[in-house]
């Protein structure tokens, strides 16, 4: 059997929200530190396939379980849950 979070992440076996070509689109800057507005940010989601929001949605799902100071994308995962992928 599978684990959720193994399914979430890449062939690299890190998460989906260490993937810095589908991450790239939801911030403004190189080193992604800075999120785009909530209209691009929704308009980026869309964007993705079915998989990708499922994967991503499972590693901010698994990084709210393990909290702890290396989880490094709060502001992305808050954004995910507002527009509905929680």
Request: proline share 6%; glycine share 6%.
């Amino acid at each position: 059997m599978v684990a959720g979070s193994a399914l979430a992440g890449s062939s690299k076996g890190t998460s989906a929200l260490d993937d810095p070509a589908k991450m790239k689109p939801f911030y403004t800057d190189s080193g992604m530190k800075t999120m785009v507005s909530n209209d691009a940010f929704a308009r980026a989601w869309k964007a993705l396939t079915p998989e990708d929001q499922t994967a991503m949605r499972t590693a901010c799902a698994d990084e709210v379980k393990n909290a702890n100071p290396t989880n490094t994308h709060p502001e992305f995962c808050s954004s995910v849950k507002l527009i509905g992928g929680s």
